[in-house]
């Protein structure tokens, strides 16, 4: 499939993908797609971030390479490293030929079929395809000594290794960057992407993907768990329960055939739901009842508010 070449099939492109945006999102991705720059995402973890990488890569039919972050993620992990082994072999056998000539062995040794490949590399590589869907994943969790390694990727698509010299992109990759915010990332890496703030979605959305996405439940069923839960993300909890938290939450009360949500019914799938035990043990019985209480009284007076 080819790049969208409007807002409106952005969205139309997206919503193949199952992924339920809205316009300003749509936006963003427009027009990261259109002017070939990064499109960096921020938000709390669970609201849909990594999808987006996802279901564009799906959608557009282009390979996903995705660098999962994490503290101490190194260029060796990221970028590339020399496959030593077979360059001791083939040192080996040069010596065994007689070949003393160092400089040629050398340069030889240091060429690209000695490469290993890792993400960052292998997603300017030239695709049949398409350029690929670069996702670097929880930027956040990495050191910002590797943050500013990436500048050079993410301002001109390119790679400099020392012993070889500078690999560019024949076309830039589509490039998404999440952060869950546990740090702030740098301004001059900001600078170089197209910046978007994902939020939780409105009740009205939510219930949109909870149709898309667990499309077993009942209607019943699907808005009393997107009430519960907007009705959660109101409250001082240590980690508010994302979409996928509600996805999930779903599928597991259709698993034990829940046709409605009950106290008991929650209290005994609140793990599913909340990821921490105080917020569990705050939420668990009456306040779950007062909760639910609350829910089925606003979904009852709904169609009378019309």
């Not at 996702?135 to 001109?156: G, K």
């Not at 900001?190 to 409105?202: E, H, I, L, S």
């Not at 089925?296 to 019309?306: G, L, N, V, Y």
């Amino acid at each position: 499939m080819i790049q969208p070449k409007s807002v409106d099939e952005t969205l139309a492109l997206l919503k193949a993908g199952n992924y339920v945006a809205d316009r300003s999102l749509a936006t963003a991705l427009y027009l990261a797609l259109s002017l070939h720059r990064p499109l960096f995402l921020e938000g709390e973890a669970g609201v849909g971030k990594t999808e987006i990488a996802k279901v564009l890569a799906a959608t557009l039919g282009r390979r996903l390479v995705r660098l999962q972050c994490y503290e101490g993620l190194d260029v060796a992990s990221a970028v590339y490293e020399w496959n030593y082994a077979r360059q001791m072999i083939e040192i080996r056998l040069a010596e065994a030929m007689g070949d003393s000539n160092r400089d040629t062995l050398g340069s030889d040794i240091f060429s690209e079929r000695f490469l290993i490949k890792r993400p960052l590399l292998q997603a300017l590589q030239k695709d049949a395809a398409g350029p690929p869907v670069l996702l670097i994943d929880e930027l956040d969790r990495t050191d910002e000594p590797f943050e500013a390694y990436l500048l050079e990727v993410l301002s001109d698509f390119q790679i400099t290794i020392p012993e070889i010299g500078t690999i560019k992109a024949e076309e830039p990759p589509i490039v998404i960057v999440t952060s869950n915010r546990t740090r702030e990332i740098h301004d001059a890496l900001k600078r170089r992407c197209f910046y978007y703030w994902v939020d939780y979605p409105t009740a009205e959305r939510e219930l949109e993907i909870l149709h898309r996405k667990a499309p077993r439940a009942s209607e019943s069923l699907s808005r009393e768990v997107v009430g519960f839960v907007q009705k959660l993300r109101k409250m001082d909890l240590f980690k508010l329960p994302g979409i996928a938290e509600t996805i999930d939450w779903a599928e597991a009360l259709m698993q034990l055939d829940a046709l409605a949500l009950t106290p008991e019914a929650i209290n005994d799938t609140l793990g599913v739901l909340l990821k921490y035990q105080d917020d569990i043990a705050r939420i668990q019985s009456s306040e779950a009842a007062k909760l639910l209480e609350q829910v089925k009284a606003e979904i009852a007076a709904a169609p009378r508010e019309q």
